[in-house]
T-cell receptor, first 113, second 113 residues
Framework: GESVGLHLPTLSVQEGDNSIINCAYS??????FIWYKQESGKGPQFIID?????DKRQGQRVTVLLNKTVKHLSLQIAATQPGDSAVYFC????????????FGKGTMLLVSP | DSGVTQTPKHLITATGQRVTLRCSPR?????VYWYQQSLDQGLQFLIQ???????AKGNILERFSAQQFPDLHSELNLSSLELGDSALYFC????????????FGDGTRLSIL
């Protein structure tokens, strides 16, 4: 089966810093990856996705990098703001008969003013 | 606001009881997914319906069942409840299948006393 790991359970940064959240996956056949943000009392919120035919994708203040060689995914948040404080999950599409998303355990991002 | 609506927000019941959780997907989305989130297991995929038909099954107990109705709303039925079923239950929807972004509702918090 797929295992999805996060390199750090908690990441503390200062407002204005850039944040990098990492994720490792195990199945080289995985071809679709999503980052979610979950605030307290809310459901996971879609941030950005990337398919395996790309190495990098940019959104508003966020960039996702995919390294298929080492099966690693990262989310970069530029100029981190207090409102970015949340738990961030990577999700990986796993194909085993049918296709389902497997979620990592999450990294809590704490942004200090 | 993701456009996915879940009711009720909170549910408190006793062991052995049965509950029904309801989900209305985003307008136009054909797939509905159910997830369970607990502190020790993280976000676990339960089941997916696509246009009224079961598409994929994950770690769903036999005591749990779901269905998707012709208007595309979905219900998750949990029966013979046990203390360990206490968790957050999320519904997500996507336009078609799981290789597209899933958008989550804010969940139902189920507490078993």
């Amino acid at each position: 089966g797929e295992s999805v790991g996060l390199h750090l359970p908690t990441l503390s940064v200062q407002e204005g810093d850039n944040s990098i959240i990492n994720c490792a996956y195990s199945n080289s056949a995985s071809d679709y990856f999503i980052w979610y943000k979950q605030e307290s009392g809310k459901g996971p919120q879609f941030i950005i996705d990337i398919r395996s035919n790309m190495d990098k994708r940019q959104g508003q203040r966020v960039t996702v990098l995919l390294n298929k060689t080492v099966k690693h995914l990262s989310l970069q948040i530029a100029a981190t703001q207090p409102g970015d404080s949340a738990v961030y999950f990577c999700a990986v599409l796993v194909h085993s008969g049918y296709s389902t998303l497997t979620f990592g355990k999450g990294t809590m991002l704490l942004v200090s003013p | 606001d993701s456009g996915v609506t879940q009711t009720p927000k909170h549910l408190i019941t006793a062991t052995g009881q049965r509950v029904t959780l309801r989900c209305s997907p985003r307008s136009g989305d054909l797939s509905v997914y159910w997830y369970q989130q607990s502190l020790d297991q993280g976000l676990q995929f339960l089941i997916q319906y696509y246009n009224g038909e079961e598409r994929a099954k994950g770690n769903i107990l036999e005591r749990f069942s779901a269905q998707q109705f012709p208007d595309l709303h979905s219900e998750l039925n949990l029966s013979s409840l046990e203390l360990g079923d206490s968790a957050l239950y999320f519904c997500a929807s996507s336009v078609e299948d799981s290789n597209q972004p899933q958008h989550f509702g804010d969940g139902t918090r189920l507490s078993i006393l």
